[in-house]
T-cell receptor, first 111, second 115 residues
Framework: GENVEQHPSTLSVQEGDSAVIKCTYSDSASNYFPWYKQELGKRPQLIIDIRSNVGEKKDQRIAVTLNKTAKHFSLHITETQPEDSAVYFCAASIGGDKLTFGTGTRLAVRP | EAGVAQSPRYKIIEKRQSVAFWCNPISGHATLYWYQQILGQGPKLLIQFQNNGVVDDSQLPKDRFSAERLKGVDSTLKIQPAKLEDSAVYLC?????????????FGPGTRLTVL
């Protein structure tokens, strides 16, 4: 089955700096890669996703890149703000169905 | 639109007891998922329903876990008997259907503590 690895497990940045979280996946058939943000004690919420037919997608301060050959994808957050502090999960799936999640990255943005 | 509803939000039981969780998906969502999220880990899919049929239950520990979605709307997940390692947050999610266009929306979860 699919295996998703995520790094780093914790990340601390100064407000205004950029943050990058990286994930690798094992199943070359995976074609949908969402990123979820989970604040303490709350539900995971989709912040951005990318499909295998594109290499990059941006939404304001958030961007995701995908390298199908290397089977890795990354989340980039620019101009970080304290409200970006949360746990971020990457996931991979075939067809948007069963999601296999990474282990999460705890992002702390220092004011 | 109203979100995915789950109850109870918290449950504390002793090992070997039984427990049940309830999920009401977003109206019109055909696909329903139950995930187990152990502290410090990502959610792990337990079971997926398409309407009232099971699509994938390959990671459901069937000796103690069971789930149903009898009328293709609400769903219940049961654990009997519970073990210490079942302590986790149980998340329900729903989507319009299983395709690339259909985002999964998560409920608030039920936090289970097994003593």
């Amino acid at each position: 089955g699919e295996n998703v690895e995520q790094h780093p497990s914790t990340l601390s940045v100064q407000e205004g700096d950029s943050a990058v979280i990286k994930c690798t996946y094992s199943d070359s058939a995976s074609n949908y890669f969402p990123w979820y943000k989970q604040e303490l004690g709350k539900r995971p919420q989709l912040i951005i996703d990318i499909r295998s037919n594109v290499g990059e997608k941006k939404d304001q301060r958030i961007a995701v890149t995908l390298n199908k050959t290397a089977k890795h994808f990354s989340l980039h957050i620019t101009e970080t703000q304290p409200e970006d502090s949360a746990v971020y999960f990457c996931a991979a799936s075939i067809g948007g169905d069963k999601l296999t999640f990474g282990t999460g990255t705890r992002l702390a943005v220092r004011p | 639109e109203a979100g995915v509803a789950q109850s109870p939000r918290y449950k504390i039981i002793e090992k070997r007891q039984s427990v049940a969780f309830w999920c009401n998906p977003i109206s019109g969502h055909a696909t329903l998922y139950w995930y187990q999220q152990i502290l410090g880990q990502g959610p792990k899919l337990l079971i997926q329903f398409q309407n009232n049929g099971v699509v994938d239950d390959s990671q459901l520990p069937k000796d103690r876990f069971s789930a149903e979605r009898l009328k293709g709307v609400d769903s219940t997940l049961k654990i009997q008997p519970a073990k210490l390692e079942d302590s986790a947050v149980y998340l329900c999610a729903s989507s319009r259907g299983a395709s690339l266009r259909n985002e999964q929306f998560f409920g608030p979860g039920t936090r289970l503590t097994v003593l």
